[in-house]
């Protein structure tokens, strides 16, 4: 008999819906878009032709509707891994795990998930306004230091190069994102870059405000970074999440940034939401 998932595990709220996201089954659609802010939700369903659910709780905002036609859910996840750790198993949830009986269903069903987000640049070719889609990301958070999963070669060997480069005494994880929605979100306009996701915006993207970063350098040895021609282009703060949740749950997730900041020649985009506009504009026509 397939193992029932105790009522503490996998929380649901007393009108059926998931804990954190707050939402039932229904109201999610196959397709999803995902963004951190959760104003950016509406900034995407107003090109809806209707929005059928608005659902919100803490930083999780959905909005499900049709785009022409097709039905699409947009979802706010707030920053950092340790949300996309949340988002994806109940997201996951809500599709592969039957909630009344509190049994994995025996068909799985993948979503497709794409990050509208924004991001650093630590390029100077990669300039403030240009748009990123990542093929790997590498996390430095330690968020898989809490789940086993399998790496492939090249995978690994980023791992350890990262690792090295910055001298943590913890090894990074790294992850291919879909190639599937890769090729289906047209990237030819975009630049093809590889992510390193950090759990912060400051200190561990080498920022320095009041306090002094422990890597200060963290741009220089990540950048300086290759493996058999491997190198990380830019930063932001979930990305590694996504692609370790969604490797290891069976979805297609993709992200795909808008530069804002350029780390190297210090410049912020004159308009973000403008760059942002752009990125959700394409991601509605191709997802
Ligand atoms: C930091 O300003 C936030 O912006 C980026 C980072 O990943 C982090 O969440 O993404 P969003 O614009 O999607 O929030
Ligand atoms: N988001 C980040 O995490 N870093 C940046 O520099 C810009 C956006």
Wanted: glycine content about 8%.
């Amino acid at each position: 008999m397939t193992k029932v998932i105790p009522a503490s595990e996998l929380i649901i709220n007393p009108d059926g819906s998931i804990y954190h996201l707050n939402l039932k089954p229904e109201f999610l659609a196959s397709n999803v878009i995902t963004v951190g802010d959760p104003e950016r939700v509406p900034k995407i369903s107003q090109y809806f032709d209707h929005v059928d659910i608005k659902v919100a709780k803490r930083e999780f905002v959905t909005h499900t509707g049709t785009y022409k036609g097709k039905r699409l859910s947009v979802m706010s996840t707030g920053m950092g891994t340790d949300n996309i750790e949340i988002f994806m198993t109940e997201l996951d949830a809500l599709v592969n795990i039957d909630l009344q009986t509190r049994q994995v269903k025996p068909k799985h069903t993948a979503l497709n998930i794409v990050r509208v987000g924004t991001s650093g640049s630590m390029r100077e070719e990669i300039p403030a306004g240009a748009l990123v889609a990542s093929e790997y990301a590498v996390g430095l958070d330690t968020l898989m230091q809490y789940y086993a999963a399998d790496y492939s070669d090249k995978e690994q060997a980023i791992r350890e190069a990262v690792q090295q480069s910055l001298g943590v005494d913890f090894l990074p994880y790294c992850f291919e994102g879909s190639k599937k929605l890769l090729g289906q979100m047209n990237t030819k306009d975009m630049i093809l870059g590889n992510t390193a996701t950090c759990p912060g915006f400051f200190g561990p993207q080498g920022r320095e405000v009041r306090l002094k970063p422990a890597i200060p350098d963290i741009i220089e040895r990540l950048s300086a970074m290759e493996v058999d021609g491997f190198q990380l282009t830019n930063f932001e703060m979930e990305t590694a999440g996504y692609y370790a949740m969604g490797k290891m749950l069976g979805h297609e997730v993709l992200s795909l940034n808008a530069i804002v900041a350029n780390r190297i020649t210090h410049t912020f985009v004159g308009n973000p939401s403008e760059v942002v506009d752009h990125l959700i504009h394409h991601t509605l026509e191709h997802i």
